[in-house]
């Protein structure tokens, strides 16, 4: 009898032992039983000498197996996002052993001098940054980049935010490569992701375009990562384990020797300083903008309906950037002034006019919009901080003529209407589109002479080092998507006006500036972690994240930055409290997040985005 350890998948488990007549290889799929779970896919990790307990013995050996490049992420994630190995395998994908087969006869993009250039720079480093200007051809770079690798029998990833992943990418895509590639992401059914994996598994598609689930695909000879749009805060996971993808496509390049280019116009702070970088500027089109600042108190403005009229007049097409989806995201009453909340999160409920209901966004409560304040009885109430769904239905009061929809996580519910949308849009069967971030998502929009950007002031006072960066990004990207063909204007609705009219023109002065301000203090300099305590006792919480502090104080090389109630105190009807540590290195720090999770409900976020 052999005897072999092994890693349940998706199981919070450490490694078990089960016994096997047969000799077996590590990285092997295997089939056992867990108590009275049958037929759990588990992954062979060593064999080992026969333990002092029983062991059940191994149901079936599979012709599947984890590659090694899977095994070192999974080790890499387990350990530097301190998370059980076995739970980490329910990500992966396994496969046969397969052969990739060379691709002949492809064509590429013909590229300018500047392209050129940035693409020898692609070549000579291992890992590096592409900062290039909305419009300045990128995307042809990175296909020129993916040709020759194709070309080699190496395997390509392109990441892209899943918003990104459209009919017009898949498009650019098919006009050089054919059918010889495949989409990857959430929206995509398991039968297609089956069909797919197929002709993935036997060699015969070596490119792979995805969201960040596709850097657990059985890649067996992977050359090329390129990581576009590499600022967006969707390669974050936001749920545990709390991975970056892009940070992990960097680990990749270094531990395994595979090429990994970042693109972004508007690249993140720890990357630029980072990174070797290529700044690619200009444009393709002659592209001409005019930036109009609106210091107006209401959204809509005289000067905002001005401008409206004159792109509906000129039979142009307007996108409409606005940060909350819903018709408002508070309900106040007048008389108390309280704000009417969900009853398990200690956040206001948004309301959605359409369906006559208040909804949370956190723990999705829906309850009827009342007719009185529950707290006061008072009966005026006043909805505050509008949304993308009370913007449109007043806009199609104003502008009875125009057709005006709506693009936001309410509305795109499936990859079908995304599509259509999109379609309607492009086709010019749509005058204005009203969304939030998603509109900024790297769509290119033909006939756009008018972006609007509403509502950015409270991102750029939020408590987050990153608030300024992440808000003049997505300034940008809304304003890069007018203006593609000829003359444009963006209206920026801002009391900030300083701050805007000095960097949206200019974003590597804004990096330099920022660079300074988060020395010593913040990434890149220094290492984060946000430790997060929650119970539904409250003083249960709270014992514990004074426990957690008090054991950290010990620590000299990690310093203790602040402590408490997290901003939105309750989620779920759990209390939440934080700690935030700082150090040089990110060693302590997991060795305290391995400390941490000894306790119940406690959660440790490494590099952290989001400080709520």
Known sequence: MRYYELAIKGFYLDILTYESTEFIKPLTEVIVDLGVKKNLKAIVLRECLKPNFKTKEIKEITPNSLSLFQKELADFISYYYTCKFAFILSFFETSKPYECKKMTDLEGPNLSFNQNKALDFAKENLTSLLFADTGSGKTEIYISLIKEYLEKGQQVLLLMPEISLTPQMQKRLEKYFKDKFFLWHSKISKKKKEECLRHFCEGEILLVAGARSALFLPF????????????????????????????????????????????????????????????????????????????????????????????????????????????????????????????????????????????CHYCNFIQEIPFSCPKCKGEVLEARKMGTAELKERLEGIFIDAKIAKFDSDEITSEKKLNAILKDFNDEKIDILVGTSMLAKGHDYHSVDLSVILGLDEYLFRPNFRASEETLALAMQVAGRAGRKGEARVLLQTKNKPFFEKYIQNYDEFLKDELEIRKNLYPPFKRLMRIVIEDKEQKTALKTCEKLVFEIGKIKQVELIGYGACGIEIINNKFRFYILLRSNTYTHLVKIANYALEFKNVSCDIDPIDFS
């Open 220 to 359: 067996r000879n992977l050359g090329l990562i390129v990581v576009d749009e590499e600022h967006d805060n969707s390669y974050k996971a936001s749920n545990k384990p709390y991975f970056n993808a892009r940070d992990l496509a960097l680990f990749l390049g270094q531990k395994l020797n595979i090429k990994v280019v970042l693109g972004s116009a508007t690249p993140s702070v720890t990357s630029f300083y980072k990174q070797k970088y290529f700044r690619l500027k200009g444009t393709f089109f002659e592209s001409k903008k005019e930036y109009i600042f609106d210091e107006s108190d209401e959204i809509l403005s005289q000067k905002l309906l001005l401008e409206l009229r004159t792109s509906l007049r000129e039979k142009k097409q307007i996108i409409i950037f606005l940060p909350s989806r819903a018709n408002f995201r508070q309900i106040l009453c007048k008389d108390c002034g309280d704000a009417i909340k969900c009853p398990f999160c200690s956040i206001a409920l948004s309301m959605h006019k359409s369906k006559n209901i208040l909804k």
